[in-house]
């Protein structure tokens, strides 16, 4: 980012939400209930009540500017500018920007099916069939290059849904055709989980919200597949060998992106959960079968969350001392004793000193304020707390069994305490310690903004010499908030930076709500 000196007009927010309250700028059922000083019961709204609040910027604010410029590994290129082309039925420049793609973005592909020089002789049919085996093993190209797509985009919104990422606005001209997160709408990163939550103000029906994430990305999978057709049918010019490749294309928006993300979020789910073991092997080893539990416990915890509207990061990082905690309270466990534990269809007891201390963690998450009742004692759909725990120590019981028997568990050596270890390795690697909250960027922004502005009044002054703006001052809230996106997992050890377990919490309560923080245009 580069300061232009320049000062920019823009609208924005006002400063506190109360304001524009006042003013008649807020609508709906949230600013109805704050003004009765009722705390709002979001769980229970519909979408369209979620979004009644939201409002655009309504004030002007001149501020100083600066040019952000964003960079990619590898390219720029977005799933609309390939289909502009096609649209324009400019076959041209498609074909060349489609090999540009495949060139920077998946190389590997340039080395399948190569066609030898051989088939290329004097005889006249040989060399025509070998003209259309050209022509199909090109095309072929932009079909592997579709596949490709689709399976980067459906492990990127995996990612996204693994640490609550919110892009905004997923329309085509949004999307990287890497794969990769680098053109943002009015993006986000959710904190009390809400299926429903987008901080965009013009998404009214919620297409672009948290769980549609995964559909919207498969309809810009879909839509491209039109784009891809069109390069098939601009370079081969046999009706059957094309007919054969659209129904390739075909498979990739119906079967394979769905099977790609699946695989993907079964791993974010795992990950989460700490669960070890690999899905094959949960189906290999019937006796201790509970791939069937897994998505069932995960869906009841998002539930509960919901309900107990918990805080998305600071549930799933506690959850790996929750985890540790539930089987440690078993005792020294054998397999045996595991397997006796196991051995019944439903949840397994926990003791009363190891539930308390789980549900204290599950209690320190909840954005719900002032004197709530008992997490344990507060039940969704039948599903309290306590026997959600439950369940989830049988999961773990089971999952421990897999990782201490066979061949290769003997071989590493693997104990119980072994297992605990590296199963809050899983956890702690895949949901993070610290996320960017809008309110934390608003900090940071206005620090810079403060500097620069008596940075400004000074040069006004010609008897004084300018304000230094020293942006390596240690007592910066920057240098906190980039050691927290530089080691969001705070991991390992030899990384971890003292002072930072503040932003490990939940944003303040004048924040949750704040728009330009809450939501924005």
């Given amino acids: 980012m580069i300061s232009t000196g320049q000062m920019i007009t823009r609208r924005w927010y006002k400063e506190k939400t109360d304001d524009a309250a006042a003013s008649g700028q807020i609508q709906g059922k949230e600013s109805e209930e704050k003004s009765s000083g009722a705390e709002a019961d979001k769980s229970s709204w519909s979408v369209a009540e979620k979004y009644a609040h939201k409002y655009p910027p309504h004030a002007v604010f001149s501020e100083h500017g600066a040019v952000l410029t964003r960079i990619s590994p590898c390219t720029m290129v977005r799933i609309a500018q390939l289909e502009l082309f096609a649209k324009r039925d400019d076959a ?3 074909l060349r920007l489609a090999d540009y793609v495949i060139k920077h973005e998946f190389p590997d592909i340039l080395a399948e099916d190569e066609i030898g020089d051989e088939a290329f002789t004097s005889d006249g049919l040989q060399m025509q069939d070998a003209m259309l085996q050209l022509e199909i093993y090109t095309a072929k190209r932009y ?3 579709y596949r490709r797509i689709a399976d980067r985009c459906a492990y990127l919104v995996a990612q996204w849904m693994r640490v609550g990422y919110v892009q905004g606005n997923m329309n085509a001209d949004n999307i990287l055709i890497g794969g990769k997160t680098i053109d943002y709408g009015p993006f986000g990163m959710m904190e009390e989980y809400d299926p429903a939550y987008q901080p965009f103000t013009s998404d009214d029906d919620g297409h672009f919200s948290f769980s549609e994430q995964p559909t919207a990305m498969l309809v810009n999978i879909y839509t491209l597949s039109s784009t891809i057709a069109f390069l098939v049918d601009s370079t081969v010019k046999d ?4 007919a054969e490749l659209h129904a390739d294309i075909k498979a990739v928006y119906d079967v394979h992106f769905h099977e790609c993300f699946s695989r993907h979020f079964t791993a974010v789910k795992h990950g989460k959960l700490g669960v070890l073991s690999e899905p094959e092997l949960l189906t290999a080893l019937p006796q201790i079968a509970f791939k069937e539990l897994i998505s069932p416990l995960y869906k009841d915890l998002l539930t509960l969350m919901h309900t107990h509207r918990c805080d998305y990061t600071v549930m799933f990082r506690n959850s790996s001392e ?18 006796e534990l196991t051995a019944g269809d439903g949840a397994i007891p926990v003791d009363d000193a190891t539930m308390e201390v789980c549900l204290a963690l599950i209690r320190d998450s909840t954005h719900i304020p002032g004197k709530i009742e008992p997490v344990e004692d507060v039940s969704s759909g039948g599903i309290p707390w306590r026997e959600w725990l439950g369940r989830y120590l049988r999961v773990l019981v089971l999952d421990t069994i897999v990782q201490l028997s066979g061949d290769d568990a003997a071989a590493e050596g693997a104990t119980l305490a072994t297992v605990i270890a590296r199963r ?18 608003a900090a940071v922004y206005e620090e810079f903004n403060s500097m620069q502005t008596a940075r400004a009044q000074s040069e006004m002054d010609p008897d004084s010499p300018p304000a230094p703006i020293n942006i390596n001052d240690p007592g ?8 927290c996106i530089e080691n969001p997992y705070d991991l390992p050890e030899l990384l971890r930076s003292p002072g930072l377990d503040k932003y490990f919490a939940k944003s303040p309560s004048w924040a949750i709500d704040l728009p330009g923080l809450a939501f924005m245009s």
């Fill in 424 to 441: 809050q390795m899983l956890q702690n690697s895949t949901n993070p310690k610290f996320i960017m909250r809008n309110y934390m960027a």
């Fill in 476 to 483: 910066l809230l920057w240098h906190d908030m980039m050691k």
């Fill in 239 to 242: 009706p059957a060998a094309a």
């Fill in 92 to 94: 041209a420049c498609a």
């Fill in 143 to 145: 079909v592997s290059m």
């Fill in 322 to 339: 929750i985890a540790r905690l539930l089987l440690e309270s078993q005792g020294a466990l054998s397999v045996s004793r595991m397997l």
